[in-house]
């Protein structure tokens, strides 16, 4: 069974600093498109950042030189380095997984195993 867990939310001021982590067990896929979606409170939800099969990424313009995405193949573990943070920023923050390409696009994910979520919280 296939697991996705995230950690290492939290709160933060604005201009801090927090990593979050997402750990796939269960999951023995090597060539995976992996992300990071968020959803606040009465918003819709939004790709924030994914990683491709091949190690290329992209950002949503909100986040765009503040937060980083990178993974580890062989442990199937995706990160989300975000600095300079906003209020703006707070959200919950989910991660997600699919076999393959990303194919240019979020879609893929939207099918793919999540995790549970995990809350970031910025104050001003």
């Known amino acids: 069974q296939v697991q996705l867990v995230e950690s290492g939310g939290g709160s933060a001021q604005a201009g801090g600093s927090l990593r979050l982590s997402c750990t796939a067990s269960g999951y023995t896929g090597s060539s995976n498109c992996m992300g990071w979606f968020r959803q606040a409170p009465g918003k819709e939800r939004e790709g924030v950042a994914r990683i491709d099969s091949d190690g290329s990424t992209t950002y949503a313009d909100s986040v765009k030189g503040r937060f980083t995405i990178s993974k580890d193949n062989a442990k199937t573990i995706v990160y989300l380095q975000m600095n300079s943070l906003k209020p703006e920023d707070t959200s919950m923050y989910y991660c997600?997984?699919?076999?393959?390409?990303?194919?240019?696009?979020?879609?893929?994910?939207?099918?793919?195993?999540w995790g549970q979520g995990t809350q970031v919280t910025v104050s001003s």
């Open positions: 997600a997984v699919v076999a393959g390409s990303c194919y240019y696009s979020y879609t893929r994910l939207l099918d793919g195993y």
